[in-house]
């Protein structure tokens, strides 16, 4: 079995190898429209104040989606929306992060007027406060005691804020691991809101072998399910910050070393009083959208089946007047991606086989809401789509990485070897399908390609993921490598979704 099965990819690999030789020989079709210049215009405008940073139901992201949709009409693309509109729409979660949030630390003598975006941002779907209060170091902020670990065991935190790391223990103290939801910002709220806490702070450990340390506060809407917490405020600290509360520079280490080693709280007051000000508009369900523009193939056989390419277009929005996350890189580089390679394919002398569907998402930060919404409503029944191309942090780093090549080896044996072909920038590092937007379709049976610059998150969810961060270079080749896999696939070449053990090789 294992002997057919390395000879059924060796095939695999050859077929695709006649296939790009075959493709190579014939002109480009479209590639002009893959131009550096070009995509750098685009997720310059993109990333722009105007779209506040496209948090999933704003007026910025609404702004955005438009934007793009009426580049999808002026290449002729038919609308997938509903109401023959490119907009397909749906609902998401919202929270908006009003006027200007506040923290001041008071640490002994000591107060530090915390700068916004620096040394802390609000996390998660932040509730509201004006909070003036002691601070309380409470490790994980776990409390299972049904299972032998309680940080809050024997501790008084009511009208107190809290302070606590912000990943879950590498152990358990049971058989069982924890729960990935136990770790979010959204359960650890309401553990501290349930003990009596009136505001959260979290923070991530320095790590010695990261050259930029400590680390600084992210933006993030990724929440975790269950019941929003209206009125605790949630922040996070840059990790200098943290370790002047908790007792200077190696401190967290060191408290993180006792738990850890001992698999007991270490938990206490800390000579900390914070005063923090945070204002957050909650809606359970706002309206959003996707972009839906569809290429009719020009096969009569073939045009009934599709390959989608796909990237999300939002961000996690801004925190005040003056903070704002750009999100150049993540994501409007794929989507400026998607629009150049619909405006390629659009443009092309010859139209492709089969058809394509290009998807811009929404709410992949808070949960892939837009891509599972797709996934679940499509253009193209799942049964007939042959794949699932999905771009997400393209433009910085140094060389390209295609995920889905242990699931998806014809696909990504294409791309191996017209990378192969031009630019020879792939790795061959690669994975199983799915991963973020391609998740849902993944597990829908599609086959995937996840597309992405290796070393690609310098800046992630950082007010300085600007267009100028980002390799002009490498952008343009990893979209023109995306544009002539995808033309293969589009032409004709097989799904291929076999499961290999390792990474094919070229």
């Not at 949030?101 to 008071?106: A, I, V």
């Not at 024997?154 to 152990?171: E, I, Q, R, S, T």
């Not at 523009?293 to 089946?305: A, Q, T």
Request: proline letters at 6%; one cysteine or more.
């Amino acid at each position: 079995m294992l002997r057919l099965l390395i000879v059924a990819i060796a095939l695999l690999g050859t077929l695709a190898a006649c296939y790009t030789a075959n493709l190579e020989s014939r002109p480009s079709r479209g590639l002009d429209a893959i131009d550096a210049d070009a995509l750098m215009a685009d997720v310059a405008t993109l990333a722009a104040p105007e779209f506040s940073g496209r948090l999933a139901g704003s007026p910025g992201y609404e702004a955005a989606a438009r934007w793009s949709a009426r580049r999808f009409d002026r290449l002729g693309l038919e609308p997938g929306g509903e109401d023959g509109d490119y907009l397909q729409r749906l609902t998401i979660e919202h929270n908006e992060i009003a006027g200007t949030p506040s923290l001041r630390l008071s640490i002994g003598d000591t107060t530090i007027v915390a700068e916004l975006g620096e040394d802390f941002l609000c996390r998660g779907f932040t509730g509201s406060g004006d909070v003036d209060a002691r601070v309380v170091f409470v490790g994980y902020g776990l409390s299972a005691p049904d299972r032998g670990y309680d940080d809050y065991a024997d501790l008084d935190v009511a009208g107190k804020v809290v302070a606590m790391f912000k990943p879950n223990p590498g152990w358990s103290p049971d058989s069982l691991a924890w729960d990935r939801a136990s770790g979010t910002p959204r359960a650890r709220t309401r553990t501290a809101r349930d003990h009596g806490a009136i505001a959260v702070l979290w923070f991530g450990l320095p790590r010695a072998e990261d050259d930029r340390f400590p680390r600084g506060p992210i933006g993030s809407v990724l929440h975790g399910p269950g019941e929003h917490v209206a009125d605790v405020p949630h922040l996070e600290l840059h990790a200098r910050l943290a370790e002047r509360m908790l007792g200077g520079a190696g401190s967290s280490a060191r408290l993180k070393a006792a738990i850890d080693s001992t698999r007991t709280p270490h938990s206490r007051p800390l000579p900390v009083r914070a005063a923090l000000q945070v204002e957050a508009v909650h809606d359970q369900e706002r309206e959003t959208c996707n972009v839906v523009g569809v290429l009719p193939g020009s096969d009569p056989d073939l045009k009934d089946e599709a390959l989608v390419i796909g990237a999300h277009l939002d961000h996690v929005g801004r925190q005040s007047p003056d903070v704002y996350f750009p999100g150049a890189n993540d994501n409007a580089s794929g989507a400026a991606a998607v629009l150049r390679l619909a405006e390629a394919f659009a443009t092309a002398p010859e139209r492709p086989r089969r058809s394509l569907v290009f998807v811009l998402f929404a709410g992949e930060e808070s949960g892939l809401v837009g891509a599972k919404h797709h996934a679940a409503n499509p253009v193209v029944p799942a049964e007939r789509t042959v794949a699932m191309f999905n771009l997400d942090c393209v433009a910085h780093g140094d060389s390209i990485r295609v995920g889905g090549g242990k699931s998806n080896p014809a696909h990504w044996q294409i791309a191996r070897e017209l990378d192969a072909r031009h630019a020879r920038l792939m790795t061959a590092a690669t994975w199983k399908g799915g991963g973020a937007d391609a998740t849902p379709f993944h597990e829908n049976g599609i086959p995937t390609l996840y597309w992405v610059t290796t070393n690609s998150y310098t800046h992630l969810h950082r007010p300085s993921d600007t267009p100028e961060t980002l390799d002009r270079d490498l952008f343009t080749e990893l979209v023109r490598l995306a544009y002539r896999t995808a033309r293969a696939v589009a032409d004709g070449a097989g799904n291929g979704s076999v499961e290999v053990t390792g990474a094919p090789t070229s």
